[in-house]
């Protein structure tokens, strides 16, 4: 048997040994070698092909031939190559036309040249396909808008948000459907935020594992109009500043930024000797933020000066959260002590100014609260705990819990899942390990309603502040859904 190979030069990949129908195959050459063997030339494609590469081509005969000769079969199953209008084979070195026996072809792969035909579902590439976005998802890219288009996305009132920027009336409402669907990120999102501003509050923030931070157009197109990759490592938390023009983000490459929003450009970076995994804007002053993380210290940075103005320290080994409360005098912060003695560590608040202990002696139970939310009304805030529950406490000295109020109903199970008040603070969500998104009555505790949101963890939800009845969620596979 005769064999011919062609090589090119582009990357493989794991389809080896996929067949081929050969139906209307063309052939450019055939040339008669020693008996009735034959050797088919180059160029030799199909319509339904398997990949990108060429690779070797097997030519034999499988019935016998004119010396009485038969061919054994080659290494891999084989196809009949369909001969030509009169059943014979035109010999290209000779005008005189040959009868000859059935030939058969065995291929591993060859090149891709034609369409599809009609009715038959065509090879997609693995690479290709892990590229392209599944149904009911959006790109993660605006690689098709012009810079105007997204400049004016990032600066101007959606026309979403614009009928609902007069007064609030009626109380907040649990979403029932999805709206959009997005794989938004390559690796687990960490958070995702609604920019505070009304008029901005069609944007949609999201921090994930895989280094990158990105905006999307969350109201109405679900589409990414930034993405910002500063970071070397993975960005553990982010956030809008007040004025929605600026970010803050924090990553275990030790470093926090400060990105311009519509220009994408570093304002400010600090360098910390921990990773960072939590962050806090002071409200009275936004060009002060807190930052906590793998360390015994939380270190307040002044965005002017690139220097540090406050460290406050405490016999632990990170920090968890941390949470301003009402007027930003005080904050606090959340730990990851869970020893004999941790009743002590677990919650401390702080004074901002002198940086001492206000109170340590705030939560009693040996569970770590891995997120913090401040009630927008209120004097209040809740702690997610490693309990499978969330407790309240007061936002006033001595910053008691209320022992009578406990929203449980959710797993948490080790997951950094967030919680959040809707923008009247009657409705208190989180979302859950088991991937559903829980929303509270604030009042009584009670669950009213649960919404089957992902199939891994949903780590953050976000209630938006302008829109009823919208929430964004994301979950440890890296998608975003919007809800309504």
């Known amino acids: ?21 050969l139906a209307n195959c063309p052939m450019n050459d055939i040339r008669q070698s020693q008996g009735n063997q034959k050797l088919l030339d180059s160029n030799f494609y199909g319509p339904l092909l398997p990949s990108p590469h060429y690779k070797q081509l097997e030519v034999g005969i499988c019935g016998g031939g004119g010396d009485g000769r038969t061919v054994s079969e080659p290494h891999r199953e084989i196809y ?6 009169s059943g014979i084979v035109e010999n290209s070195s000779n005008s005189k036309p040959y009868s000859t026996p059935q030939y058969c072809v065995s291929l591993t792969t060859v090149k891709r040249h034609q369409a599809a035909p009609a009715g038959v579902r065509p090879y997609i590439p693995k690479r290709q396909r892990l590229a392209t976005p599944g149904k009911g998802e959006e790109p993660t890219s605006l690689e098709t808008n012009d810079k105007s288009t997204v400049s004016r996305l990032l600066t101007e009132v959606s026309e979403r948000v614009r009928p609902y920027l007069g007064p609030r009336t009626g109380r907040a409402a649990v979403p029932r459907r999805m709206l959009l669907s997005l794989q938004a990120h390559q690796a687990p999102i960490n958070m995702i935020q609604w920019c505070p501003v009304p008029q901005l509050s069609h944007l949609l923030l999201s921090a994930s594992m895989d280094k990158t931070v990105k905006i999307w157009d969350g109201a109405e197109s679900g589409q990414c109009l930034q993405v910002y990759s500063s970071h070397s490592g993975a960005v553990r938390d982010a956030c809008w500043s007040p004025c929605g023009r600026r970010l803050l983000t924090g990553s275990f490459d030790n470093t926090a930024m400060v990105t311009d929003v519509e220009t994408g450009q570093q304002i400010v970076k600090v360098g910390n000797q921990f990773k960072v995994m939590c962050l806090a804007v002071q409200p009275d002053d936004p060009e002060v933020f807190l930052c906590g993380g793998y360390s015994a210290e939380v270190k307040a940075w002044d965005a002017r000066t690139c220097k540090v103005e406050r460290v406050y320290r405490a016999r632990i080994q990170q920090t968890l959260a941390i949470l301003f409360l009402t007027g930003g005098r005080e904050f606090v912060t959340s730990s990851d ?24 002696q705030i939560y009693h139970e040996r569970y770590t609260c891995p997120s913090l939310a401040l009630h927008p009304q209120q004097d209040s805030f809740v702690a997610q705990s490693n309990g499978n529950y969330m407790a309240l406490f007061s936002a006033q000295r001595p910053y008691r819990m209320n022992k009578r109020r406990r929203y449980e109903g959710h797993k948490v199970e080790g997951y950094a899942v967030r919680c959040g008040f809707s923008p009247d603070g009657s409705i208190l969500a989180t979302g859950s390990s088991t991937g559903s998104v829980h929303f509270y009555d604030q009042q009584s505790a009670r669950t009213l309603h649960t919404l089957l949101a992902h199939q891994q963890a949903c780590m953050c939800v976000s209630l938006h502040p302008v829109l009823p009845a919208v929430v964004a969620t994301c979950d ?9």
Do not use: C, H
């Open 476 to 484: 440890w596979g890296g998608k975003v859904r919007i809800w309504q």
């Open 1 to 21: 048997m005769t064999s011919l190979v062609a090589y090119d030069d582009s990357d493989q990949e794991d389809d080896d040994g996929a067949l081929l129908p």
């Open 80 to 85: 009949p190559l369909p001969l030509g209008r």
């Open 337 to 360: 002590s869970v020893s004999r003695d941790s009743a002590e560590r677990t919650l401390i608040a702080w004074d901002f100014q002198t940086t001492a202990k206000v109170s340590n």
